[in-house]
């Protein structure tokens, strides 16, 4: 039986674990180089090593629980097999980048002449526990910095500034405010709300609004429009 300090001392351990190998994460930031990297490996890592004393387990007569437990660790371990490595190049003025999962690999490159921001994506949880992930808005799409959804909002937003502040792009730009909204919804990441609208999922977007900056419906949804609107003005310039 573990003591109150070594249960304690355990967790802190497995706190540092958890954050080194599955949030999202800057390991490298050079004045010609910053890298972010999401990756889950470790936590799949864990769930495989977990599976194996229960096949061992099942492999005994009446084990049959055991490998079902054995198979559902297992199962587990596949689906956080991922990981995303982004490379921000300043010397190239470009973004390198590439990912992985359980057969399935891919890479890109995104010039810096491209990229006209960093949205935060939200899923909004029923009891309002939210997750996020960043993705570089680019003038052809958006491009996912991560393929799994994190809780952590203050480590994104941390994350998100310093990428803006890497490609010399305006922190505070791409916050705005339409109308009554402008005052209290000073602190929307409008990239955020852009994400979304590009999705298809004009609810969240009002959504985020709300539960960001305190508005009301009306307010949230006059400052999601004026987004909207702006959007549309934008690609009627490029056509």
């Not at 674990?17 to 889950?40: G, N």
């Not at 387990?57 to 629980?65: D, E, F, L, S």
């Not at 910095?145 to 994350?159: D, M, P, V």
């Not at 979304?196 to 969240?204: A, E, P, T, V």
């Amino acid at each position: 039986m573990l003591s109150c300090e070594e249960t304690a001392n355990l967790l802190v351990e497995l706190r540092c674990f958890v954050r080194y190998f599955w949030i999202m994460r800057i390991t490298r930031h050079t004045a010609q180089e910053l890298v972010v990297i999401d990756s889950a490996i470790g936590m799949s890592a864990v769930l495989l090593v977990a599976s194996l004393p229960l096949f061992y387990a099942a492999t005994r007569p009446g084990k049959i629980g055991a490998l079902f437990g054995a198979c559902l660790f297992l199962l587990g371990a596949v689906v956080w097999f991922r990981k995303t490595t982004f490379i921000f190049d300043a010397g190239e003025q470009r973004v390198r980048w590439h990912g992985r999962k359980v057969l399935k690999a891919e890479r890109g490159v995104i010039p810096f002449s491209e990229i006209t921001g960093i949205g935060t994506e939200t899923i909004f949880g029923s009891s309002g526990s939210n997750t996020y992930r960043l993705t570089i808005l680019t003038r052809s799409g958006l491009v996912p910095l991560a393929y799994t959804y994190g809780g952590n909002r203050e480590s994104y937003a941390s994350i998100r500034e310093e990428i803006l502040r890497f490609l010399k792009l305006d922190v505070t730009a791409p916050r705005a405010a339409a109308g009554q909204a402008a005052n209290s919804a000073a602190a929307i990441d409008e990239a955020s709300v852009r994400s979304l609208l590009g999705q298809g999922r004009k609810i969240d977007a009002i959504a985020l609004v709300r539960s960001s900056a305190g508005t009301g419906l009306t307010e949230a949804v006059k400052f999601v429009e004026g987004v909207e609107e702006k959007m549309r003005a934008s690609t009627q310039e490029q056509k």
